[in-house]
């Protein structure tokens, strides 16, 4: 099929390759200038394992095509909106943008385009959506789909390419014919409204963000009573009625904006509905608090207050295997580290320079060795496998002080205490640190 991809960061960009590599000739394009220009001259918007490599393939066999302007452009027979839809400082959705790509994609459809939405939006949006593109094109047909994303970061190739949540929703099963197509080895979906479909993505992140959130909660209680909070997600996991795969080891709260969009989304459906969600509204408060542990613990170990100190953050993207720090916990704890006058360092592999350099407080290291050197602290926060494999008693040599944080766990106790560190993680019952560097 001919296919449109309207809105390319990641998931965009990755989306436009993938239909590519499934057969169909894709022509993509966002309504920034800018984006379009940088992809033009080869430049991705975020990294993603063999992405790169992906389109370099497509594009040669003249499946995939970059384009900055939407005139004289061929109707597709499937138009897809592939924003990742901004979150603000209240993790707050803002589809603005996808409403917008409405008004670029009214004039290239024929009657029977169906347009596929695969943005994060609130419920609600795509009736908004359908009603602005009938609006403008009469004609149209209003064949509209939304399937909810459900791409992660460093495995959004396979994701793509073999959705694990097979959901297409529309009131018009000609219209799920036709999107069902475009992955023409999957034999299954669940077909179902098209609000129903925008309330899936809602109930999976809520519920991801809720399975964090009590593990977290239990993770600090263990610390406190001196019960292993892993081992006890290991055995959970066991039970038939949890699942192998349930998110309940203890660390960091859930961060990124993804999962609280999604939780914001639908508190703001109670209150517009009368409806009162404490249960909700508690998972928030919860989350912001388990987001302060680092600098509880920080606190715990140097004393206050910590101005002065400095501290080395290794790992600053949101999570491995991308380059984005876009709402990341390693960006969040820096700035209440900034605030407590706090002297930062930090290395990544992949981090973004720009992002980095555009916060301006953070000393950016090429190598692990020259973050750590001097610091009081030294804090793990995103869990790169390489990582794993740092020499421990390099790092404590270089170091001025003795406080290793890992909140993964990446390493065990054993391995860093004998290296010299005073181990800290969060949920292994092992309390606080028991002297101060």
Known sequence: MHVLVIGLWHQGVVGAACLAKLGHRVEAYDLDPERNAQLAAGELPVFEPGLAELIAEEKAQGRLRWISDLNGVTPPEVAILMHDTPVNDRDESDPTCVLDAALA?????????????????????????????HG???????????????????????????????????????????VAALWPHVSRWDRVSLRTAEMVKHALNTFLATTITFANELGNLCDEVGADGHRIAEILRGEPRVGPKAMLFPGLGFAGGTLARDVQTLRALGDREGLD??????????????????????????????????????????????????????????????????????????????????????????????????ADAVVLMTPWKDYRLLDLASMRAVARGSILIDTAPLWTAESAEKSGWIYLDIGRGRGAAPCKS
């Open 277 to 374: 969600t404490p249960f909700l509204d508690g998972l928030m408060v919860s989350n912001a608090a388990q987001n302060g542990i680092v600098l509880r613990k920080l606190r715990g170990a140097l004393g206050e207050p910590l101005t002065g100190r400095k501290v080395a953050i290794l790992g600053l993207t949101y999570k491995p295997d991308t380059s984005t720090l876009r709402r990341s916990a390693a960006v969040e704890l820096a700035s209440m580290l900034h605030r407590e006058g706090v002297s930062i360092s930090a290395a990544d592999p992949r981090a973004d320079r720009n992002e980095v350099d555009a916060i301006g407080y953070i000393a950016f290291c090429e190598e692990v060795e020259s973050a750590v050197r001097d």
């Open 105 to 133: 994609l009214a004039p290239v459809l024929l009657p029977d385009t169906v347009v596929l939405v695969t943005a994060q939006v609130p419920i609600g949006t795509c009736d908004e959506l359908s009603n602005r593109l």
């Open 136 to 178: 403008v094109r009469p004609d149209w047909k209003r064949g509209l789909v939304y399937s909810p994303e459900n791409l992660r970061l460093g495995q959004a190739i396979d994701r793509f390419l073999h959705p694990p949540m097979q959901v297409l929703g529309a009131d018009d099963p000609a219209a799920i014919d036709r």
